[in-house]
């Protein structure tokens, strides 16, 4: 009985320490905020780049219009798949960036997502391609142009088929900035650390930051099952049309 | 109407349309008939301008088609797919008014009671809501016709329309068609001999991508040609 009151009471000192003491939720709350910016922002980012790199791609393919910039697309994705991350991050912060006095929340922004564009541009490349090449003759057929049967016929059914990747990419990403702290970013992983270094003591600082990451991808992924389920009751252009 | 001038297409090497010259007038019922692989669909495909590559002229009305722009001719020359290829994200009704809608000024009051009047004459107004793949075959076929319908077009390319129906939906594409007529130039792609006696006014037969026989029903039905007397029996 008195080690059973002895492991709360130990607990509950630990908690205090971690979260409360000096503010320290306050730190958390910070931190959680900056890997949210850092995280939202290069989804967007990466998001735009990698429609557009996958629309360009898709342009060539077709048309074999745009080939310079296909190349370019070529290079930058394989120099980006073919690079570690973090070296990514501290390229942008201490060569170009070098002299600049930017916020480093905005260079996290930056570099995640110029590296999450070259992934998220694989999976709407191969959403375009899953859309079978009747539908864009389809489009075609009934006057659209190339453009505009983009937008209206192929993008919609190709969003629709990407989404399951790229939420899987969103999820890789917000885990992913938990290295900007490198750069001294006080984003969550950052901030356990901190915690850490002060109570020494690593667990609940760890845990606590592991379940706030649990919960973040979490929520991502239900939110995107339900959109998915939502597009899905209405039509399926997996079957064969 | 359509003028088609020593018309050769090549895939890589092979050559898939080999010369090829005849006229299409306005309002004939042109059924283009020939054995599977015989460039049928390359043919219609070409009248299109889905495909590009060619060597010949297609001349329509007095214009060739490599001078028209290809949105223009596209909705003067409409095509009705072999696999329909409907779009499976929209409902029937999107459907058919996607095109209208995005590519003219026409107001929603009125594309909605064309709409109703395309779906009537097809006989699936029940059907308006509806996702493509709630439909059957023949039912998606007629959405297709609709969806190209809506454009006005001048003239009407059919690629096999017959193989995935059963014999009573052909019979109601039949008697479609000839209603269609009416109003369009019907070129229909097919293999299925029974079109000669309930559709054509014209025939066109055609075999490894050459031109076996032209003319109208009577003249084929007439012909001492040995190949065509052999596809006839
Ligand atoms: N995109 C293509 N690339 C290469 N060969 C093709 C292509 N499309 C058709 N062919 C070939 O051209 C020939 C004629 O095809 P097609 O016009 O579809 O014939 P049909 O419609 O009369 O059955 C076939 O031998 C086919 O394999
Ligand atoms: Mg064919």
Redesign the pocket.
């Known amino acids: 009985m008195e080690s059973f009151a002895k492991f709360w009471i130990e607990v509950f000192d630990n908690f205090y320490k971690t979260v409360i003491f000096e503010q320290r939720y306050e730190l958390i709350l910070n931190g959680l905020k900056n890997t949210l910016i850092m995280s939202i922002g290069a989804i967007i980012l990466g998001s735009l780049l990698g429609i557009i790199i996958s629309l360009i791609k898709h342009n060539y393919k077709i048309n074999g219009k745009m080939k310079i910039l296909n190349k370019i697309c070529n290079t930058y994705i394989s120099i980006i798949r073919g690079t570690p991350v973090l070296l990514q991050l501290m390229i942008i912060y201490y060569i170009i960036f070098k002299t600049s006095t930017i916020n480093p929340i905005i260079i996290g922004i930056l570099a995640f997502g110029i590296n999450s564009g070259a992934y998220s541009a694989e999976i709407f490349r191969s959403g375009l391609e899953s859309i079978d090449k009747g539908q864009l003759e389809a489009g075609l057929s009934l006057g659209f142009n190339y453009p505009k049967t983009m937008k209206y016929i192929i993008l919609p059914q190709a969003l629709k088929n990407s989404l399951p990747s790229i939420c899987n990419e969103f999820i890789t990403l917000i885990k992913e900035t938990s290295v900007a702290g490198y750069i001294g970013i006080m984003e969550l992983t950052k901030v356990s650390d901190i915690i850490a270094s002060k109570t020494y003591n690593y667990f609940f600082p760890l845990i606590i930051i592991a379940v706030i990451y649990f919960l973040i991808t979490n929520l991502l992924s239900k939110i995107f099952k339900k959109v998915e389920r939502k597009l899905d009751i209405n039509d399926n252009n997996k079957e064969s049309i | 109407m359509i003028t088609i001038k020593n018309l050769s297409k090549s895939?890589?090497k092979?050559e898939?349309l080999k010369n090829i010259s005849f006229d299409i007038e306005k309002n004939d019922k042109l059924l283009i008939i020939?054995?599977?692989?015989?460039?049928?669909?390359?043919?219609i495909?070409c009248l299109n301008k889905l495909e590009k590559d060619y060597q010949g002229e297609i001349i329509f009305k007095k214009k060739n088609i490599k001078d028209i722009k290809d949105e223009l001719l596209r909705k003067k020359i409409g095509m009705v797919f072999q696999s329909y290829n409907l779009f499976p994200h929209l409902t029937v009704k999107e459907n058919i008014e996607l095109a209208p809608s995005k590519l003219t000024n026409a107001n929603k009051e009125e594309l909605s009671k064309k709409t109703l009047k395309l779906l009537k004459s097809v006989n699936i107004e029940e059907k308006i809501n509806e996702y493509p793949k709630n439909l059957s075959g023949g039912q998606k076929q007629r959405v297709a016709i609709s969806r190209t319908l809506a454009n006005n077009p001048e003239v009407i390319l059919f690629?096999?329309p017959t193989s995935a129906l059963d014999p009573e939906s052909i019979k109601s594409l039949v008697k479609l068609l000839n209603e269609l007529s009416k109003k369009a130039t019907i070129i229909v792609?097919s293999?299925d001999m029974s079109l000669i006696k309930s559709f054509a006014s014209k025939i066109l037969f055609?075999d490894k991508?050459k031109i076996i026989e032209y003319g109208t029903k009577e003249e084929i039905l007439k012909s001492t040609n040995p190949k065509i007397k052999k596809f006839l029996k």
């Open positions: 895939y890589g092979t898939i020939g054995p599977s692989g015989s460039g049928k669909t390359t043919l495909r690629d096999e792609v293999h055609i991508g």
